[in-house]
């Protein structure tokens, strides 16, 4: 078994998420690079401007709205992502919940039986076919006031027609910032619906996609990303069978795609160096276990609580050749971005130059301040991982 330490895994996954030398070409690029990016606003465009040198608003947009080659959807975790149009078989035959477990939950929230929020659902899609992509609020007034169940019973069915690949988000009402979405029914946005496909077969799809963007990994890590049971988990794994190569991180089980074995081994610390200004549920940080152990390769133990809330969620963190190295928040209408360092031994230059080049992507102009050394996240009200500088003012 091979021996790899978090120096060259680290490195190897700055490289391969574009984090490191000269990044990617293009969104399709970062989305497979990363095994998804988060689809909420404005992570989606942020995670997409920190790998792309080149980025614009407008690549993302058109690759969602125009082109129609990546989707935002619920899945690993029941968080959204976006994800390219080939994996959505897998993504919804095997995360989130199931599909049975999501419509005997909804029914019991919305106060409503099963049977009536299958009715509800199918009025829902019936009122979108053929029509404009609708919000809520819209659906609500094309559908009129008997609806039944409680005020939040029409949101929650949205949500399960989502979950069932029924119906879609489509271009946010409003900025790059809103996540205001309409929807619009599956096969009228995408052209045809989505393929069923055997949970067990989609778990392996989805673990090597996993290992190609995070890998090497542990078990637990996969675990933890897709939301899956440890029964799940290592069934999946053991499928790749000669895919995927043992190897010893750190002196924990792991593995890595046997294709990348060579590159693996082959790597230095060099060729993860470089400065990156990552935002809130970057990919990157939410991609292995929530343990200080388990994120050791990017957080060190001592900055844990100023990465992660207790929840787990990361907030929008500067990097240094792969290590969190400090917080830093956007503030788009001031054009400012504010950063606060771990320690004194941050390039300064390189951080403006990031600076610089986000304000290109996001096509304002910005200008750098600096701020105090933060303490843990807890230290601020609830949410400060969202705000990790002005919520603690």
């Known amino acids: 078994m091979a021996t790899v330490s978090l120096a060259q895994a680290r490195a190897h996954v700055l490289v391969k998420q574009g984090l490191a030398g000269r990044g990617l070409g293009s969104v399709l690029e970062a989305v497979d690079a990363t095994g998804g990016i988060y689809g909420t606003a404005p992570t989606c465009y942020l995670s997409c401007a920190a790998r792309i040198p080149s980025f614009r608003l407008a690549d993302l947009d058109r690759e969602l709205y125009s082109e129609r080659s990546v989707v935002r ?85 949205v949500a399960l027609l989502g979950r069932y690949g029924r119906i879609v988000r489509t271009r946010a009402r409003g900025s790059w910032r809103s996540d205001l979405y309409p929807y619009a029914r599956w096969t009228d946005w995408l052209g045809a619906p989505v393929e069923e496909m055997d949970p067990a077969e989609a778990r392996v799809e989805v673990a090597r996609r996993y290992l190609r963007a995070y890998g090497p990994a542990t078990a637990d890590d996969l675990k933890w990303w897709t939301g899956w049971t440890k029964r799940d988990t290592l ?124 304000g290109h992507a996001i096509g304002t102009d910005l200008r750098m301040e ?24």
């Open 235 to 358: 069934p999946a794994l053991a499928a790749l069978g000669e895919e995927a190569t043992p190897v010893s991180l750190d002196g924990r089980d792991a593995r890595v795609l046997t294709d990348e074995l060579d590159a693996l081994t082959s790597i230095g610390p060099q060729d993860g160096r470089g400065v990156r200004l990552l935002p809130v549920w970057d990919s990157y940080f939410m991609g292995y276990a929530t343990t200080p152990a388990g994120r050791l390769r990017q957080v060190r133990a001592e900055d844990y609580p100023r990465v992660y809330d207790k929840s787990g969620n990361a907030t929008s963190v500067v990097i240094r050749d792969g290590m969190a190295a400090g917080v830093w928040e956007l503030d788009a209408d001031a054009g400012t971005a504010t950063v606060a360092p771990f320690g004194d031994d941050l390039p300064w230059d390189d951080v403006a130059a990031q600076v610089d080049a986000l």
């Open 370 to 393: 600096r701020a105090h050394v933060p303490g843990p996240l807890s230290d601020g009200p609830r949410n400060t991982f969202l705000s990790p500088i002005s919520l603690r003012s």
């Open 73 to 157: 959807l619920r899945a690993m975790r029941g968080m959204a992502y976006i994800e390219p149009l080939p994996l959505l078989p897998a993504l919804l035959a095997c995360t989130g919940e199931p599909r049975d477990k999501t419509l005997k939950r909804i029914a019991r929230n919305a106060e409503m039986t099963e049977a009536q929020t299958l009715e509800l659902a199918d009025r829902i899609e019936a009122v979108l076919a053929g029509r404009p992509p609708m919000t809520v609020k819209e659906i609500r007034e094309a559908l009129g006031g008997d609806l039944p169940g409680n005020s939040g019973a029409l949101q929650m069915t």
